[in-house]
């Protein structure tokens, strides 16, 4: 209910809503379960095009999962989301261009950054 925000759970009575205050968050661990197994069975130890790929492939799955996170009610902290965001956006360019060392480094700290200014 977006126009209502968090009030329906005060004003609902408990009998008709317990099943989605349980159930929202724990498929939305479900989820993010899922996807940190996937991003944790994704290598790339390969070199060329293919370990580009799976390198950004990985940071996005872990914006994904902070999503949904958020999304499904749970907590990852007053500005460990957008950090964690920010700062895998920047590492998926990274690997995207190719950078390594430093330059790398410099553009994770830029959206780590940007994370905490856009919180």
Known sequence: IPLRGASWLREEPTAEIWQRVI??????????????????SIKTNSDGSVSNIKGVFRPFLKAVAASFTLGTGNSLGPEGPSVEIGSAIAKGFGNVFGWEGGKKLSLVAAGSAAGIASG
């Open 23 to 40: 159930f929202v968050p724990v498929s939305g661990g479900i989820i993010v379960g899922g996807l940190n197994t996937l991003r944790s």
